[in-house]
Every structure is written in structure tokens, then in C-alpha cells.
């Protein structure tokens, strides 16, 4: 058998960063931007220290006594590889359970969000609000409670992350990155269940100039959706060049017993990557990314009248980031880095109640943010890494709302958040030992940040007139009483988490590992300030509300042999202060004094939770053409104080998967994903029955024609046309049954 040695490196894990803050710089952007491109350094790249991450096809996999040890397989296929989840890294890094989705992953399956992508991920569920708008649950949490970062910065929008996590473009990704638990110690707030980084493609240095590039179209039948892409790349030795572009369309989504009214979409992107490294030991990379998305539909649910169509009428993502890298400046300090980054999300909402009634929504969110790391070793089993970073996140909305009276139309100007922005600066040390080489490691951490949330008067309304249908333009303004909803304010609040690592090597080919930390999450600005009156439901924030805090740890036992590798964790997640919406009492004053009371859903930090689960993952690979993949997933959710399970915990749920693998022709697989009845549910919460899918798909090695090549793809998700309901996916609070079968097709010209 034949074996290479390959050196799995990835710094995003251990986020070894040293970032310079201060308020008056994130709120000029222009200074982000000198900053970055004369001072700075990229935290971290694709290609680079960030993820040196190596395919593992037909390769085995080896750690030194600077890397842990293990021998995983020979000559499988990338694609039947399950992206080997480890807890080690080189240059001594311990982290929390990380898994990773590749680039051969994401370009050989019908994904239609990134949501898509990772549920076959162990310990990961996906949820839906609507078919474009999808998410994911990390053993038991999700939304508010996951860190969802674009080549690590910050993914943050107003209410709806799932309409976030899909504005990514994925034919413009490397990989997906997935810590599995509390991170933190690395990332700061949010970062309790899990952090989700999408890696942007960065093309490697040549030694001439080269150009690359691929054109691809697929379809697939369950929504008629048509997809195509476009990639070119230029690369010399001292710099590089990549541009990307993607759009694509989609009908309603059918099912099993018929389509779901108002599920269409369209959305298109594209971006830039370039690197620039004719400094020795320096280098500078620029990433680039637009997406837009319209006429994107949302099915109703309870949070709307049955007879309200509401939609997103365009989405915008424009990200732009700078980095710049310095590598061996000394001989104990080996890389410095300096990142700094500014994105802007913003969100238009058409929903028409009725015939007489009409609301529009909209929401502008920037965040900005700077860092820098300096990674110091001073020797084989001693590491040291500082950093810092800080970030501001500006967010503003608003609301028209338009009642037909018969006679004429009366508008309101409503505002559901005030103005408000918050700012973190944040402050980090990791130090890595390696006390028995080959045998022990350990890793600690310590965080502290700082906090800062303003916020300015809000009132409601905000504005009132009345205009008729036959001359729109004359507008009959009344004064009328407002009410205060928020008044202007600032709060400031410090934080700190820390994290200790052990790992444990009783053989080469085995290894235990615990992790345990703290984790705090501040409250959103949605969750401090909002005020939505909907369908006659009232939701409102709380200026008042605590952060939550929680204690994470996790057990992991791997053993890796030469065609066979079995890994299982165990893990409990203690939160509390945890915040969600219960049933109260609003009280509000108007100009005039009047003072009114309504029954509301008011955000309240509840009861303690405890999430308490296991997993387990197996490769195998039984001969040169066969192998074999499955895991399985469990999660339970507890209200500690009312003795009641949580509401949107996923079931138990697993896949199956038999591979083959033709040398130099194709490969092919036939899967089933599973989950188990959940009837452990919350109170008020719908149990849902279990289900059992099947997939299959194929797609061909390259065929070569010159320099040219092609491939295809095909393949059929929900082979049987089974009817069900993903627990998860309840979406505007109603269950609906999920897409039908899917037929797909796929090809690609490069060359």
C-alpha cells in the first residue's frame, strides 16, 4: 500500500490574530482601508497560513510530533472522503471538533444554498424559511446563537440569518469550515453553538503566467432552477487574479403533493480575489464579492394572514477586505498579520396582506472590522499567539405601511429598531505546550472584550398621510400623536470567555481529546430594540436584556487505521440567561399622555438550558473501488428549571452512504439520510415523524481535449418522491412538507 505524507495546517481554528482597534477608526473607513493596504496584513487566506488544508486523495494523513499522528486512507476518492474531521493542528493548535466541506464536495452534488451543503455534515440539521432562505442547526442551536462569517468577517443582518447564510455565492467557495461548539475565546460574541466560515477560491502562485478558468450550467427539475457560473484566473509568480461570476433562476418548488405557492427566486453575484507577494516574506490579498437576490418568494405562515404574499424584493451583500502578511520577521516571531474588512447587507420587503393593506420593510446593515495577529514560537512545543480585533456593526430599518380606505390611501412611516450600532473591541492570548511530545498537548485561551451599544429615540409612528389613487403626488399630511418606544441611550459591558484543550495520543493511530470553555453572547440589536406590530401579534425588544453566558465541553476518542477510521464525540452545552420571546404586558405613553397597555411577545432572558448529545462518524474503505461512509447525530434539549424539552432541537438523525469509485472515469454514490420521530418537544411545539431519503449521484473525472476539458454531473435526490416534514423547518412558524424529487444535471468546460 502506498502512503504520502501530507501536513494538515489551519489557522482559522486557533484564530491567532493581534488586531489594533479603536472607535474613531471603525467609524472611517478610509483609515480601515490605509490601514489595511499599508499596514496590514490578510489574517487569514485560502491558500495560505489560515487553512493550509491539503485534499486527501489518495493520500494518507500524518502528524508528527508537531502534528498529531494518524494514518487515514489510501487511494479513496476525494469525494468519498468525508472531509476527516480532527481536533489537532500543525504548529501546536488545539480546538473544538471542526469539519470541512471541500470545493470537490460543493461542485458534485444539486446544492442550492449553503445550508444544502452542510446537512449531510455530522451533528448539522438544516432549516428552511422558504426555499431560498435556509439555515443550519449545530447540535441544537442555531440562527442568533451560530457565528456565520464570509473569509472571517462578520455575517450580520437584521432578523433573518438565514436570508444572510444564502447570499453566499457557493461557486465561489474553496470550502466550508465548521467548528462544532463554543469558539468565544476566538471570535467573540455569538460563537456558542458553532462558527460557519465560508473560505473564498484563491488560486495559487506559478511560476509563468497561466491563465485557468471553467464555465458551468446545471438544472434541476423539483423547482426548475437553471445555474450558471463563469471562473477566470490569472497567475504569475509574484501576483494572481481571480474573477467569478454566478446567476440563477427558479420557479416555485414542488413536492410530493404539489407545489408551495410563492417558493420562486432569482439571484446573481460575482467577485474578485487577487494576491500580490513581490515583497519577500510579504503579501497582499484583496477579496472582492456582490450578490443580489429578487422576486425572492416566502411562503406564509402563522406570522401572516393566509392571504398575505410576501417576498424579498432585492437583497444586497457587497463585501470588500484587505489583508496583508508578513512571514518570518524574526526568529521567534513568525507571522504577522493585519486585516481590515467592511460589508453591507441590505434588505427590501414587499408583503401584501390584502387587497387594502400593504407593508414594506427594508433594513441597512454595515458592519466594519479591523485585526491583526502576531504568532510567536519559541520553540517546537511552546506557542504563543496575540491578538485583537474589534468591529462595528451600524443598522438602520424602516417600515411603509399602506391601508386602502375605499377613498383614498393612508400611509404610515413606521420604524420597527431604532438607528443603533454596537461596537466590540476585543483582546485574545492562546499558548499551545506540547509537555510529552507525540503523547500530550495542551492548548488555553483567554478572551476579554469590551462592549458598546448606542441607540437613538424611536417613536411610532413616525410619520402619517393620505393621498388619493387619482393624483398620488399630493399628499395631505396629519399630525398625529406619537408614541415613545426607545428612548436614546448607551450601555457599556465587559466580557470575557476562555477556553483549555487537552489532547491525548496512547498510539499512533489513536487519540483522545477534551475540550472545555465558556461563551457569552451579547444581545442582537433586533433583540434590544425592536417593535413589530404584524398581523396583530406585537413583538418588542429589551433594552434591559443580560448576555447569555454558557460552559461547553466535549469528549472525542478517533481511530484511524489504514482503510478504516471511526471517530464519536460526546458533549454537553450548559446556557443560561438564555433570551426569547414570551407572552407579557407592553406599556407605552404618548405625546399627549395617553397610556396604553397590549398584550405582546416581549424578548426576556428565561430559564437555564442544558443540550446534551453525541455523534458519530465512520469511513471505510473496503477495496480499491468500494468504501463506505455513515454518521449519526443526537441532541437533546432541556428547560433545566421548568423540567420541559426546547423547542427546535433536531431528532436523531444519520446518513448512509456506499461509494465507487472507477480510476480516471468517475464516481458514483448511492446515499440515505434519516432522522427519527421527534416527539420530544416543546410545550406548544408539533412533534413530527421521521423519514428515510434517497439520494444518488455521479459526475465524471475531466476529459481531455488539448488543454480544454470537460465534465458532467447528474444525479436524484428523494429518489421515491417521499412526503415529509423537516422539524426545523417551520417556516413563518408553519411546517411544510419538503422539496420532491430532484433530478439534476450538470456541465463544465475548463480549461
Known sequence: MRQVSVIIKFNLVTLRRFVIFTEKSMKNFTFLLLFSVFGGELLCHASGEQANIISLKNDSLLFSSDQIELDVFDSIPEKNIKEVVVYGISSGRLTFPLSLVSKTSLLNSSFTTPADALQRETGIFMSRDGIWATSVNIRGLSEQRLLFLVDEDRLLTATDIAAALSTVDMNALERIEVIKGAGSVLYGTGAMGGVVNFVPERPSYTSFLESHGNVNSSYNSSNQLWSNHAKLQLTNRQWYLSLNGSYRTADNMRTPEGKIPNSQFNDASWGMQAGMSSVANQELLVNYQHFEAWNVGLPGGSAFP??????????????????????????????????????????????????????????????????????????????????????????????????????????????????????????????????????????????????????????????????????????????????????????????????????????????????????????????????????????????????????????????????????????????????????????????????????????????????????????????????????????????????????????????????????????????????????????????????????????????????????????????????????????????????????????????
Open 306 to 751: 393566509p392571504t398575505a404574499t410576501v417576498r424579498y424584493k432585492n437583497v444586497q451583500r457587497n463585501l470588500f477586505d484587505a489583508e496583508y502578511v508578513f512571514y518570518e520577521i524574526t526568529d521567534y516571531l513568525k507571522q504577522l498579520r493585519l486585516k481590515a474588512y467592511t460589508q453591507n447587507i441590505s434588505r427590501d420587503v414587499e408583503n401584501i396582506v390584502n387587497t387594502s393593506t400593504a407593508i414594506f420593510p427594508s433594513s441597512n446593515n454595515n458592519t466594519s472590522g479591523i485585526k491583526a495577529v502576531g504568532d510567536w514560537e519559541f520553540t517546537a512545543y511552546h506557542k504563543l499567539t496575540l491578538g485583537t480585533e474589534g468591529w462595528l456593526r451600524d443598522a438602520k430599518t424602516s417600515r411603509i405601511k399602506k391601508v386602502n380606505s375605499g377613498t383614498q390611501i393612508n400611509v404610515f412611516g413606521e420604524q420597527p429598531t431604532p438607528n443603533a450600532q454596537v461596537q466590540d473591541m476585543g483582546i485574545f492570548a492562546q499558548y499551545s505546550w506540547e509537555f510529552s511530545p507525540r503523547y500530550w498537548m495542551l492548548d488555553a485561551g483567554i478572551r476579554l472584550d469590551y462592549m458598546k451599544t448606542t441607540n437613538d429615540s424611536a417613536f411610532q409612528p413616525v410619520y402619517k398621510y393620505s393621498y388619493f389613487p387619482e393624483n398620488p403626488s399630493m399628499r395631505i399630511y396629519e399630525d398625529i400623536p406619537r408614541s415613545l418606544l426607545f428612548k436614546a441611550d448607551e450601555k457599556n459591558e465587559f466580557s470575557y470567555s476562555a477556553h483549555i484543550d487537552l489532547i491525548y495520543h496512547p498510539t499512533r493511530r489513536q487519540m483522545l481529546a477534551l475540550s472545555v470553555s465558556n461563551s457569552y453572547r451579547a444581545p442582537s440589536l433586533e433583540e434590544l430594540f425592536k417593535y413589530i406590530d404584524q398581523a396583530g401579534t406585537l413583538r418588542v425588544g429589551n433594552p434591559d436584556l443580560r448576555p447569555e453566558k454558557g460552559f461547553f465541553s466535549n469528549f472525542s476518542y478517533t481511530l484511524s487505521e489504514d482503510h478504516f477510521y471511526i471517530k464519536t464525540d460526546l458533549f454537553a452545552n450548559y446556557l443560561f440567561d438564555l433570551i426569547a420571546e414570551q407572552h407579557g404586558t407592553y406599556t407605552y405613553q404618548d405625546e399627549k399622555g395617553k397610556v396604553t397597555q397590549r398584550e405582546a411577545l416581549i424578548n426576556t432572558n428565561i430559564d437555564k438550558a442544558l443540550f446534551l448529545g453525541g455523534e458519530m462518524e465512520l469511513q471505510w474503505k473496503i477495496n480499491p473501488v468500494f468504501s463506505v461512509l455513515a454518521n449519526l447525530s443526537y441532541t437533546q434539549g432541556r428547560n433545566i428549571d421548568k423540567d420541559t424539552f426546547l423547542p427546535q432541537i433536531p431528532p436523531m438523525h444519520g446518513l448512509f452512504s456506499v461509494n465507487y469509485h472507477q480510476k480516471e472515469l468517475f464516481d458514483a454514490s448511492v446515499s440515505a439520510l434519516w432522522a427519527a420521530k421527534q416527539g420530544k418537544v416543546a410545550p406548544g411545539e408539533n412533534p413530527t415523524n421521521g423519514h428515510l431519503i434517497f439520494n444518488a449521484d455521479l459526475h465524471t473525472e475531466k476529459f481531455r481535449i488539448n488543454r480544454n476539458y470537460l465534465r458532467f454531473f447528474a444525479g436524484a435526490e428523494n429518489i421515491f418522491d417521499k412526503a415529509y416534514y423537516n422539524h426545523l423547518s417551520t417556516t413563518r412558524g408553519v411546517l411544510r412538507l419538503e422539496p420532491g424529487r430532484n433530478i439534476y444535471v450538470k456541465a463544465e468546460l475548463g480549461w
